[in-house]
């Protein structure tokens, strides 16, 4: 017998002598490249077709068939999806496993005590630890994904840790392996900088409480480590030619254009994600995940109209996953909204709701939202829709992974107010603006921030005209909601006195808040983003801190505690300095570093270090993109 390694924290032991596939690692890696390339190329079919008949027998095979299982899962969020990629990449981590180095209890012993000789493992035992790790991260993922119970995540947890064991494993036998005699260096090495950028980025994001129930399960991580994990993606991108080369550069493309924004946790670097698409485009002209991530950055750069464009692009590049035309939909729905065209942007959420799975409640509450920005001129018939869209709400939510999404619950409180003060809401379109963090991408561009920071401006002068008698329980909630997004707009057009005062008007009438006590915390946060453009760090974490623990149990929580975590942790690399990085990214997680920001300025035109920062101007002043 011989010692299998860690699976679900608990040692397993195989046969050593178990019989494995006879297809040779090179014609396996090869079919690999070849079904990464069909799938790129929207040829998605084939490329599962060319994948499945050998999934129970290569380990390449099993992972590309699992991949593309697991792509569709998340994509789709139908539990059926889950479960089918759950077991499928299941069968991949056994096939690895066949493959896996095995010890016997004696060695794994003496690694405790001996340094392991790298060199004396065989090409398929490295490359199934690989592989291994990667099936291992999938299935964690979806395991979360399947339900909310304790043993979910406990399960979820350990594959965490196991995934983390192997891919440390892979490390060291990057490092410490003579590999001057093996051409596929390049494609171990893709996929091992991979991973352990990938994982070091994941672990930057995730705040402080997350972190600490991932310690409840074993992992020995406990600090972000941003910079490390951005740098060993960039390296893996740079290895032409290697199989997971492209892997990389979606891991890139997704942080720089989508999660830095979606989490609003920082920047992301426009100039890098430009210099892949330049690059993928030229292998994948009508791929639609690269025309998607081309429409992306557009709209990152506040470019909606060339943006909608490419957008429309991709959606026409293939017919074959409905599913991802529903991703294009969704950043059409977006990419109207920010530039005002609020009849459009309705029309797209429209279709979501008729044909995506996702969440029918976050769908027929943005199309609503929409509807109230045009309120003054529905049709009668229009005004029935509109109450009846409201009125399905709350029977479309529904328990995704086990679940309810905050997002979900937010639609359905929002549409109970719809209806409890007289079928109106304030500014509902903009507010989800300022809830998915795209009060910064507007600010690329002062015309599009000027149009919407207008429509705001109209808002208040029309709930300050109110009479005070004659003013709704919900008028304050309205009046404080219209001045955090003002401000929000005011930081970023160069006048941070009157942001702030927006913000304090919050503050100080909190007590005649009804029902959004999410917008004192989220004032909170901006106040502590003014103060550190002003280099005010000790009072901005002190705002901060405040803001995280002394407010519970509001709308949108988590998305404000990503927020919050990320700008302490930058002010905390601010104050102590840059921490030195191990040799090891596996083995530590230093503070992410980055360079300070500059302070708050009509003229600076400076980088905060992640990247390069977009200076539009009018009338000679420029805009802060950036905390």
Not at 559 to 570: D, E, P, Y
Request: aromatic share 10%; proline share 3%; hydrophobic share 35%.
């Amino acid at each position: 017998m011989a010692n299998n390694d860690v699976e679900n924290g608990e040692e397993v032991f195989v046969d050593a002598a178990e019989e494995v596939c006879g297809m040779d690692l090179s014609t396996a890696m090869e079919e690999a490249r070849l079904a990464c390339s069909y799938f790129f190329n929207n040829r998605f079919e084939e490329a599962r077709t060319l994948m499945r008949p050998w999934a129970h027998k290569s380990m390449y095979h099993g992972l590309g068939y699992g991949t593309f299982m697991y792509l569709q899962a998340i994509m789709t969020f139908d539990p059926k999806d889950i479960e089918t990629a759950i077991e499928t990449l299941k069968q991949s981590v056994e096939v690895c496993n066949r493959f896996r180095r095995k010890n016997t209890i004696g060695e794994s012993l003496g690694k405790m005590v001996k340094k392991v000789d790298y060199n004396s493992f065989t090409k398929e035992e490295i490359h199934a630890e690989l592989c291994y790790a990667e099936c291992l991260l999938l299935r964690a993922v979806l395991t979360f994904m399947e339900d909310e119970t304790l043993i979910s995540f406990l399960k979820g947890g350990m594959k965490i840790r196991a995934c983390y064991q192997s891919y440390k494993e892979c490390w060291y036998i990057l490092e410490g392996r003579d590999w001057s005699k093996d051409a596929d260096k390049m494609h171990f090495e893709s996929g091992v900088r991979m991973g352990v950028g990938a994982f070091n980025l994941m672990i930057s994001q995730l705040p402080q409480k997350i972190l600490k129930l991932l310690e409840f399960v074993g992992f020995s991580g406990n600090k972000s480590c941003q910079s490390l994990g951005l740098s060993e993606l960039e390296r893996g991108f740079h290895l032409e030619g290697s199989l997971r080369r492209v892997l990389c550069a979606l891991v890139l493309l997704g942080y720089h254009l989508i999660a830095t924004y979606v989490l609003g946790t920082s920047e992301g670097d426009l100039v890098m994600a430009q210099t892949i698409l330049d690059d993928h485009l030229k292998l994948y002209p009508n791929g639609a995940w690269f025309l998607f991530f081309a429409a992306r950055l557009e709209y990152v750069k506040g470019n909606f109209d060339l943006a909608i464009e490419k957008y429309t692009t991709s959606l026409n590049s293939q017919n074959e996953w409905r599913q991802f035309h529903h991703l294009c939909y969704w950043e059409l729905m977006w990419c109207c909204i920010m530039s005002a065209q609020f009849k459009e942007g309705e029309e797209y959420a429209d279709k979501l709701l008729q044909e995506s799975k996702w969440s029918k409640a976050t769908y027929a509450y943005q199309k609503a939202s929409c509807m109230c920005m045009r309120m003054d001129e529905l049709t009668p018939a229009e005004k029935q829709e509109l109450s009846e869209t409201m009125r399905s709400i709350p029977g479309l939510k529904q328990r995704i992974a086990g679940k309810s999404l905050p997002v979900e619950k937010f639609a359905v409180k929002k549409s109970l107010r719809f209806f409890a003060q007289g079928e109106r809401l304030c500014l509902s379109a903009l507010e989800l603006i300022y809830a998915w963090n795209g009060i910064k991408i507007l600010a690329k561009k002062y015309e599009n921030i000027e149009k919407i920071y207008s429509i705001i401006e109209r808002e208040l002068r029309r709930l300050e005209k109110i009479r005070a008698d004659n003013r709704s329980e919900y008028y304050y909630d309205d009046y404080l909601l219209a001045n955090l997004l003002k401000g929000s707009c005011l930081a970023y057009m160069n006048s941070p006195l009157q942001a702030e005062e927006c913000f304090k008007f919050i503050v100080s009438n909190e007590k005649k808040i009804k029902e959004d006590t999410y917008l004192v915390p989220n004032a909170l946060l901006e106040l502590g983003l003014l103060l550190l453009r002003a280099n005010d760090l000790e009072q901005s974490r002190i705002i901060l801190e405040h803001a995280k623990n002394n407010y519970k149990g509001y709308s949108l929580e988590s998305r404000l505690h990503f927020r919050v975590h990320a700008t302490l942790n930058k002010i905390s690399t601010l104050q102590k300095g840059s921490q030195s990085v191990g040799s090891n990214p596996m083995d530590s997680y230093p503070s992410i570093s980055r360079s300070p920001s500059p302070c708050h300025s009509k003229t600076s035109g400076t980088t905060n270090g992640t990247g390069p920062h977009l200076k539009p101007t009018k009338n000679g002043k420029s805009i802060s993109t950036h905390p």
